[in-house]
């Protein structure tokens, strides 16, 4: 009974760090939140996690999905999570607003859209169209119960963002937080906790085990950026929710906070080795906005994205309200312009 206790608390853990962590992460400054036509996006059907994982978040999960006995503790964890889950699920009930095609429909339509561009609907990977609640909050936030299970996934998304974000940008975040469920980070970030448990009584081996977690923690929001661009499909959006946050402002300008991120990286380089040790012992549950915003457009403009773009897209043309959408492959030689352009950047 005990060692369920332990898996638990541990869970638990893991879920805050997914939740409470993500306070003002996509703050921006209030606008009027009105249904706008959604363009026409690429979709990626049969989406593996892996092919937009950031490489650390990446081997990190493959490599603690190869230990043995690890399949044991999994089911472990998926039987002990419903237990959370019902928890959370029973608090929002009584206490948020479940959005739904009857309410706030314009919010469930963003919704149901990042989920058919990855791919996470009920007809893939054995997942349901998560449940959405706008939360009454002051503080902009999101978060989410990152895994896939029985039963459906729950996203929160505060009063506070809702108000502050256009459409795109809250979008965006719904994306972020749908690809912590599409990589059900939840799940192998406490596997990760338990496996490495015991060697953390060894001598010298406790914090650099708790050091590598926490970069795998931080490697996971990276991905989940990248979850967002594919979502979005535009690296400005995703930046300027972001800068936003910064900024406190509006009145931005998002290719001169990449200029600033520029700025920080060769400062950082030139600076005090006591310097840049301080800040590496900074404890954090996200990136710096800098370093985000900097990895974001390095991805964006990086061969693997328009690979992933070029070689998994699937146009969806909208169609009237009750019509299934109508799938068409991009073009071949758009796709080879663009990738074109895409390289010429790279060599800039």
Not at 61 to 87: S, Y
Not at 258 to 276: H, M
Not at 318 to 327: D, R, V
Request: charged content about 20%.
């Amino acid at each position: 009974m005990m060692q369920w206790v332990h898996v638990l608390l541990s869970l638990v853990s893991s879920l805050l760090l997914l939740t409470g962590s993500t306070t003002n992460a996509f703050s921006t400054p209030a606008v009027t939140t009105t249904t706008t036509k959604s363009t026409d996006r690429l979709t990626f059907p049969n989406l593996d996690a892996s092919l937009f994982r950031h490489p650390l978040d990446r081997n990190l999960t493959g490599l603690v999905t190869k230990l043995p006995g690890i399949q044991i503790a999994e089911q472990g964890i998926r039987r002990t999570f419903p237990l959370v889950e019902q928890t959370v699920r029973l608090d929002l009930l009584s206490s948020a607003v479940k959005v739904s095609p009857q309410q706030l429909p314009h919010i469930y339509d963003l919704l149901v859209e990042a989920c058919e561009i990855l791919d996470l609907t009920d007809t893939h990977n054995n997942c349901s169209i998560p449940e959405l609640y706008v939360q009454s909050n002051t503080q902009a936030n999101a978060y989410t119960l990152a895994w896939q299970g029985s039963s459906t996934p729950i996203l929160v998304v505060t009063s506070a963002l809702l108000d502050r974000c256009t459409p795109a940008e809250l979008q965006a975040v719904i994306g972020h937080e749908l690809g912590h469920v599409k990589c059900e980070h939840s799940l192998y970030l406490t596997l990760g906790g338990l496996a490495s448990a015991p060697l953390r009584t060894l001598p010298f081996a406790g914090q650099k085990i708790d050091q590598a977690l926490t970069q795998w923690r931080l490697a996971a929001e990276y991905t989940c950026d990248r979850a967002a661009l594919m979502v979005a499909q535009d690296v400005h959006v995703v930046q300027s929710a972001l800068l936003k946050l910064v900024s406190g402002t509006s009145n931005v300008n998002v290719q001169e906070f990449v200029q600033q991120c520029q700025e920080y990286n060769t400062l950082l380089k030139s600076a005090n080795p006591l310097v840049r040790a301080s800040i590496r012992r900074q404890v954090r549950t996200h990136p710096l906005p800098v370093r985000r915003v900097a990895k974001l457009q390095e991805w964006a403009q990086s061969d693997e994205y328009n690979q992933l773009l070029r070689e998994n897209g699937v146009a969806i043309v909208k169609m009237k309200t009750g019509e299934e959408p109508k799938e068409t492959q991009l073009a071949t030689e758009e796709e080879e312009e663009q990738d074109q352009e895409a390289k010429e950047d790279l060599d800039q």
